[in-house]
Structures are given as structure tokens and as C-alpha cells.
């Protein structure tokens, strides 16, 4: 399995996709269902894709794209980082 511990988050899918660059690790939406897909870059080592996904997983965890109000991408990384501090 690629995650090991994706099994706790059953609502989540995971899928390896090759964004043809390495400049993005990882992409998370929730879906209509109120499930999530979270989108792997191929083209990263096994490692980046796990520490990528446990990124995306914070953002399921603090319900960062069900309360997105507007908000940008970079909007709300900064806040999720600020959190982490």
C-alpha cells in the first residue's frame, strides 16, 4: 500500500497522477459526497508522497476546504501553517 496509514480515513481516495512536473506535490478536494480526493504526483519519491499526503490529511483534519469561504490556496496554506507554529 502506498499510504500505510490510510486506513483510518476511509472517505479518502488516493490517486497517483503525473502532473508532468515536480513543482506540485499533492492536490486535495472534497468531493460532492463530502468524501476527499487527494491526488499523489507520480513523479515524487515514495517519502514525498507520504509526507504529501499527511499534508493533505491536516487539511481534511482542520476542515480547511469545507469552510474555504473564498479564501486562495495560498490563503489557506499560510493558515495552516500558522496553526502548525
Do not use: A, P
Given at each position: 500500500?502506498?499510504?500505510e496509514d490510510h486506513d483510518e480515513d476511509p472517505d479518502v481516495y488516493i490517486?497517483?497522477?503525473?502532473?508532468?512536473?515536480?513543482?506540485?506535490?499533492?492536490?486535495?478536494?472534497?468531493?460532492d459526497d463530502g468524501s476527499y480526493t487527494v491526488l499523489l504526483n507520480?513523479?515524487?519519491s515514495r517519502e514525498k508522497n507520504r509526507e504529501s499526503y499527511l499534508h493533505a490529511k491536516?487539511?481534511?483534519?482542520?476542515?480547511?476546504?469545507?469552510?474555504?469561504?473564498?479564501?486562495?490556496?495560498?490563503?489557506?496554506?499560510?493558515r495552516t501553517h500558522t496553526k502548525e507554529a
Open positions: 500500500m502506498l499510504i490517486y497517483l497522477v503525473d502532473f508532468e512536473t515536480t513543482g506540485v506535490s499533492e492536490m486535495v478536494r472534497m468531493n507520480s513523479r515524487m491536516k487539511h481534511i483534519h482542520n476542515h480547511d476546504l469545507d469552510t474555504r469561504d473564498g479564501k486562495s490556496v495560498q490563503e489557506i496554506e499560510q
